[in-house]
C-alpha cells in the first residue's frame, strides 16, 4: 500500500473542494482518475502529490518548463538530486556525452529526437507537454502522478507517450479528461463528481457509456 | 549509434545568442584587464580600512552642525535641480519627436552631473546656480525622454474617444497626463532619489553638499564623523517616501531655494568670456577665419588633442568600462539571491537587504573616493566601486524579480534551483538591466578620471587645471559621442537578443 486516505477533506482557501474522500493506492494501481473538469480532480492529485513527494515523479498540467534552456537540459532536471552540483553545472555549461546517451533514447522514442537541443520555450504546447512526461520519466522511480499529461497532444502521440509512461512506471496515476484512453490504459477508474468519489473500479468490463452519468450536470447548488 | 539527427548536424548541444554574447563580453573584459592597471598602491591598505571599519561603528553624531548643514544643503540642490528638470523634461517631451529637441536631450544626459558642474563652475563660480543647473541640465534630458515614451503610450482608444476639434493642450491635460500621471510621478520620485546622490557628489567639486564635508572628514581621517554623515544619507534615502508627501512639496520647493548656502556674486563679464573667448580653440581664437594658416593651424591641435589625450583616455575608459560590467554581472549573480524568498528566509533577506540598501544608496563616485583611499590610485577601486554599486541595483531588481517566478512542486533546490530553473528563467531580463547599465557605467567611468584615474575626465580635469576651456570642451564632446557610441550599440544588441526594450527604474 503506498497511500491511504479515510473520509479526507480537501480544498484551497476558499472553501472546501472535495468532501469525505477515501482512497487507497497500492503498488502496481493504473488508476485513471475521470470526471467533469470542476469535478476535483487536480485538486485530489495534489493531495496525494503533496504525501508522495518524495518517491513520485510528476507531470504537471503545465509542463513547468525553462524556455530559455534546451530539451536536454529540461529532462536532464529531473535526475538534478542524483549529481554532485559541478557534474550539473558541468552538464549545464557542456552537456555530457553519457547524459546525452542517456536522454537521447526517450526523446527520439516520443517524436522529439531533432529538438533535444530546441530552446524548450520555442517548441508547441503539445511538444512542451511530452518533454513534461520526458523529465518525469528521466526522474524514475515505481510511481508517476500526471494532471492531464496528453491534453494538448495529439491522439495519435497521446498513444505514444501513455505507452511509454505505462512502461516506465509500476505505479501510475493520471488524470485524464479522454474516457477512451483512460479505459484503454488504466487498470482502474477514480469516477469525480460534486466534490466526492462516486466510482472506484476496476476498468475491466467497464464501457464508456458506463461513465457517462459522470458528466451529467451536478446539483445546481454546486455549481 | 549515430543518429540521422547527428548527420544532418541537429541535435548538437547548441548555444543560444543571449550565452555567445555573455562569453564574448566576459572575453573582452578578461583581454582588457591585461592592459589594466590593479595594483595595491598604498603601504598599509589594511590597517587604514581597520581605521575605517572602526569609524563605521563608532560613527560621530555630535558634529551635528556640519551634519545638519550637509544634509538641509543636499537636499536642497537635489529639489530644486530636479524640479527644474521635471518642469522643462514635460515641455520638452511634448517636442520630443522633433530630431534636434532629441539629440540636445541625449548629450544632455550623456554628460556626467559632475563634467557640467565643472564647466558652470568657469562660468558662475562657487554659486548654487551652478549646482542647480548641474543637475537640471542632464536630468531634464532623461526626464524628456522617460516622460515622452510613457505619454506616447496613452491608449489610442481614450484619444479618438475625444470630440472633433478638441485642442492639443485640452487632450494633453484631460487624457494623456492623467493616464501616464502614475508613472510620472513614480518616476520623478525616483529621479530625486538620484537627484540626492547627484547632489551629494557635486560636494566634491566644492558646493556645499555632503560631498565637501566627507571629504574633509576623510582627509582629516576622521571617520566617525564621515561614518555619521552617510548613515544620514542613507536613512534620508530609505526614508523618501515618509517626508516625500505630495502635499508637502509645494512646500519644500518654497523653502529650498533659500537653503542653498552662501551666494557669491556672478560675475556676467566671467560668463561672456567663457561663451565667446575660453570656448574657442587656441588656434582659431582671435584668428582671421579666412586664413588657411589659422586652419592648419587648428588641424595641428585637432591632431594633438585626439592623439594624445582623447585616444588614451578612450582607451582606458573603455578598458575600466569593460571589466567594471562584466564585475557587475558576476557581482548581481551573487547578489540577487540575498534578497529573493527562493533562497534566505526573513532574517537572511534582512541582512540582504540593508547590504543592498547601502551599496545602491552611496553613490558610485563615493564608494570609489573610499576605495582609492584604502589602496591608493589604480583602476582596482573602480572596477571594485562600480561592481559592488550597479550589482546592488540590479541584485535588488532581479531579487524581486525572483519571487514571481512560480516553480513546480517537485522542482530542486539550493545551487541546482540556481543554476538551472531561476537563473536561465531571468537570464534575459538581466543582460536586458545589464546592458541599459552599460552606458551608465561608462558615464560614471568618464568622471572617475577626476579622482586621478586616467580616464577621459582625468584629461578633462587636467585641461581644466591649466584652464585651458578650449580642450575641455574638445574633450567633453568626445565623451559624449563615445557615451552616445555606447548606448546606440547596446540598444542594437538589445534588439538582436529581442531583450525587453523599457525600464525606467534601473536607467539613471
Same mark, same amino acid.
Request: charged share 20%; aromatic share 4%.
Given at each position: 500500500m503506498l497511500l491511504q486516505l479515510v473520509n479526507q477533506d480537501f480544498g484551497y482557501d476558499r472553501g472546501l473542494v472535495l468532501r469525505d474522500i477515501s482512497i487507497s493506492i497500492h503498488a502496481g494501481d493504473r488508476i485513471a482518475l475521470v470526471g467533469e473538469s470542476g469535478a476535483g480532480k487536480s485538486t485530489l492529485l495534489t493531495a496525494i502529490q503533496a504525501r508522495l513527494l518524495e518517491q513520485a515523479a510528476l507531470v504537471p498540467q503545465n509542463p513547468g518548463l525553462v524556455g530559455t534552456l534546451s530539451v536536454f537540459h529540461n529532462i536532464y532536471m529531473g535526475r538534478l538530486n542524483r549529481h554532485s552540483t559541478w557534474y550539473n553545472l558541468l552538464n549545464l555549461a557542456w552537456p555530457q556525452r553519457r547524459e546525452i546517451d542517456a536522454i537521447r533514447p526517450l526523446v527520439e522514442r516520443i517524436g522529439l529526437g531533432e529538438k533535444l537541443f530546441e530552446r524548450a520555450g520555442e517548441l508547441s504546447g503539445g511538444q512542451q507537454q511530452r518533454v513534461g512526461v520526458c523529465r518525469a520519466i528521466h526522474q524514475g522511480g515505481d510511481l508517476v502522478l500526471g494532471d492531464e499529461p496528453v491534453s494538448a497532444v495529439d491522439s495519435h502521440q497521446a498513444r505514444t507517450v501513455l505507452d511509454v509512461l505505462h512502461e516506465h512506471f509500476e505505479t501510475v496515476v493520471l488524470a485524464m479528461h479522454d474516457v477512451d484512453l483512460a479505459l484503454s490504459y488504466a487498470t482502474r477508474i477514480v469516477g469525480l463528481q460534486n466534490g466526492g468519489i462516486a466510482l472506484d473500479s476496476p476498468s475491466a468490463g467497464l464501457t464508456a457509456a458506463d461513465l457517462d452519468f459522470l458528466y451529467k450536470r451536478g446539483d445546481e447548488d454546486h455549481r | 549509434m549515430k543518429t540521422i539527427a547527428d548527420a544532418a548536424g541537429v541535435g548538437r548541444p547548441r548555444y543560444s545568442a543571449a550565452v555567445r554574447v555573455s562569453t564574448l563580453f566576459v572575453a573582452i573584459a578578461v583581454f582588457c584587464l591585461a592592459f589594466a592597471?590593479? &595594483?595595491?598602491?598604498?603601504?598599509?591598505?589594511w590597517s587604514e580600512m581597520q581605521r575605517m571599519l572602526l569609524g563605521v561603528v563608532t560613527p560621530d553624531f555630535f558634529a551635528v552642525e556640519a551634519i545638519g548643514t550637509a544634509v538641509v544643503q543636499t537636499i536642497s540642490f537635489a529639489l530644486v535641480g530636479v524640479a527644474l528638470a521635471a518642469f522643462f523634461g514635460i515641455i520638452l517631451a511634448q517636442f520630443f519627436h522633433i530630431g534636434p529637441v532629441r539629440w540636445a536631450c541625449a548629450i544632455a544626459r550623456s554628460i556626467h552631473e559632475l563634467f557640467w558642474a565643472l564647466i558652470f563652475l568657469q562660468m558662475f563660480g562657487l554659486s548654487p546656480l551652478t549646482g542647480v543647473l548641474a543637475i537640471a541640465i542632464p536630468y531634464a534630458g532623461i526626464c524628456a525622454k522617460v516622460y515622452a515614451e510613457t505619454l506616447d503610450e496613452t491608449p489610442a482608444a481614450a484619444l479618438n474617444a475625444l470630440p472633433a476639434g478638441v485642442s492639443t493642450i485640452s487632450a494633453f491635460f484631460f487624457v494623456r497626463l492623467p493616464d501616464a500621471w502614475a508613472h510620472i510621478k513614480n518616476y520623478t520620485l525616483y529621479r530625486f532619489e538620484c537627484g540626492l546622490r547627484s547632489s551629494a557628489v557635486l560636494?566634491?567639486?566644492?558646493?556645499?553638499?555632503l560631498g565637501y564635508y566627507l571629504q574633509t572628514a576623510f582627509s582629516e581621517g576622521n571617520y566617525s564623523e564621515a561614518a555619521a554623515q552617510l548613515i544620514m544619507f542613507y536613512v534620508i534615502i530609505a526614508s523618501l517616501r515618509l517626508w516625500m508627501k505630495p502635499k508637502l512639496v509645494g512646500l519644500y520647493l518654497l523653502v529650498a531655494p533659500f537653503l542653498l548656502g552662501g551666494a557669491s556674486q556672478i560675475r556676467w563679464d566671467n560668463v561672456v568670456r567663457f561663451v565667446t573667448e575660453d570656448i574657442v580653440p587656441a588656434p582659431l581664437?582671435? &584668428?582671421?577665419?579666412?586664413d588657411p594658416q589659422a586652419w592648419s593651424a587648428f588641424g595641428d591641435w585637432l591632431m594633438m588633442m585626439l592623439g594624445d589625450q582623447a585616444l588614451p583616455g578612450i582607451v582606458a575608459t573603455v578598458v575600466l568600462t569593460q571589466i567594471a560590467l562584466v564585475a557587475t554581472a558576476f557581482l548581481t549573480l551573487a547578489f540577487f539571491p540575498l534578497i529573493s524568498t527562493k533562497f534566505f528566509g526573513r532574517f537572511g533577506r534582512g541582512v540582504g537587504h540593508l547590504f543592498l540598501v547601502v551599496m545602491r544608496s552611496t553613490p558610485e563616485f563615493i564608494l570609489v573616493y573610499i576605495f582609492l583611499q584604502l589602496w591608493g590610485p589604480s583602476m582596482l577601486p573602480a572596477i571594485v566601486a562600480l561592481a559592488l554599486h550597479n550589482g546592488a541595483i540590479i541584485g535588488h531588481l532581479l531579487g524581486r524579480y525572483s519571487d514571481e517566478i512560480r516553480l513546480r512542486p517537485d522542482s530542486a533546490s539550493g545551487f541546482n534551483l540556481y543554476a538551472f530553473e531561476v537563473v536561465p528563467r531571468m537570464y534575459g531580463q538581466f543582460l536586458a538591466y545589464l546592458f541599459y547599465r552599460w552606458e551608465i557605467i561608462m558615464r560614471e567611468t568618464a568622471i572617475l578620471g577626476v579622482l586621478g584615474i586616467a580616464t577621459l575626465g582625468f584629461y578633462i580635469d587636467s585641461a581644466l587645471a591649466d584652464i585651458r576651456l578650449d580642450r575641455v570642451m574638445l574633450l567633453l564632446l568626445v565623451t559624449a559621442l563615445l557615451n552616445l557610441g555606447i548606448d546606440s550599440l547596446s540598444r542594437r544588441i538589445r534588439a538582436g537578443l529581442r531583450l525587453s526594450t523599457r525600464i525606467d527604474s534601473c536607467r539613471d
Open positions: - | 592597471d590593479i &595594483a595595491i598602491t598604498t603601504l598599509d591598505p560636494g566634491f567639486v566644492g558646493l556645499p553638499t581664437r582671435n &584668428a582671421d577665419l579666412l
